[in-house]
């Protein structure tokens, strides 16, 4: 997938996939030496950072790593292939990873993801006008093109899975695109299929800036197109007392196909960065069929790594739209 000029390849990470700047996680080491796990022939998209440090729900160490080994805040329940959490955004803040330098010394096209939880239209407008502005100021020091992936569909966010009406998130969305496009960098909005009517894209691939979209962020649990006795084991989230969670997992894949497919019906024509319950081929000629421009993969990385080359070395057979 191309944007201007900024050649994303095929198989994106899903935000948050190899942490903050791609250093990746705990178990990610050792399953690379035993060749378990790779991420080649990928891109990496950076775990989501908001404007000022937000605690949220997952302690992190110095250097942004979890503390926790197993945190509370994510539950996995490998017979369903699920995974559910309610890390919360938890991040040190964009002025802390513009600062550290990481992003810059990426040689590699890559992407940063973004979000405001701020409380109010007003006050979101205005964490995206000075984020953008952070990232101009720190331009000339990347040696990597990148863009920028606007996560307007958080469920650990404000504004997140709320009820918004869909003159209301249409103009939520192109606030941010208008923000960000000092940045003259591809901008890439991403959504839920809980909370994003059909209506919201079509209007929104009118906005000049917008160079396309990625379906799906997770679920909230309790969402009603889901059976949760299916997809979970129960109709009670573990967790529960942090807001119930959001999900990811092989359950997705058919639901979020059949949104694409039908915004492709209705005359979506900007490009699409599918993913959610990718697990194996299966899966990817799915999303393929569905008309998405490139796919991404999250959780098979947690619950089935050995996986993931497969589903690389699947998607790379195909042409792409």
């Known amino acids: 997938m191309k944007l201007r000029d900024l050649d994303l390849g095929i198989i994106l990470n899903a935000s948050g996939l ?17 060749k378990i796990l790779s991420f080649d022939d990928t891109t990496f998209v950076a775990k989501t950072v908001t404007l000022l440090k937000n605690e949220g729900n997952l302690s992190l160490e110095g250097d942004s790593s979890p503390k926790p080994w197993f945190p509370n805040c994510i539950k996995v329940n490998p017979l369903r292939d699920t995974v559910l959490n309610a890390v919360g955004l938890s991040n040190f803040g964009l002025g802390y990873y513009l600062g550290d330098g990481q992003w810059q010394e990426r040689t590699e096209p890559f992407m940063i993801s973004v979000a405001s939880t701020a409380e109010t239209f007003k006050e979101r407008k205005s964490e995206y006008e000075i984020m953008a502005l952070m990232i101009h100021a720190n331009l000339a020091k990347f040696k990597s093109k990148f863009g920028i992936q606007i996560n307007v569909s958080c469920k650990n966010s404000k504004n997140g899975h ?15 695109l208008d923000a960000f496009s000092i940045l003259d960098l591809p901008l890439m909005l991403k959504f839920s299929i809980a909370n994003t009517a059909f209506d919201v894209m079509l209007e929104i691939q009118k906005h000049s800036k917008c160079d396309a979209i990625c379906i ?16 979970w084991g129960t ?3 573990p967790l529960e007392d ?4 959001a999900l990811s997992g092989r359950i997705l894949a058919p639901l979020v196909c059949e949104y694409i497919n039908h915004l492709r019906d209705n005359g979506f024509n900007k490009p699409i960065n599918g993913g959610g319950g990718i697990f194996g081929p299966k899966e990817v000629h799915m999303y393929h069929q569905a008309g998405v421009s490139s796919i991404f993969i999250g959780s098979v990385v947690m619950l089935h790594p050995w996986r993931t080359q497969t589903i690389v070395k699947t998607a790379n057979s195909l042409v792409w739209s």
């Open 162 to 176: 709320q009820s918004l009406s869909t003159s209301d998130l249409i103009q939520e969305s192109c606030a941010a």
């Open 216 to 231: 799906s962020n997770t679920v909230p649990f309790g969402w009603r197109k889901i059976d949760w006795k299916k997809a």
């Open 242 to 245: 942090l807001g119930g969670g």
């Open 235 to 237: 109709k009670k989230s």
């Open 18 to 34: 190899r942490g903050f700047s791609g250093e990746g996680y705990w178990f990610h080491k050792p399953l690379q030496q035993l």
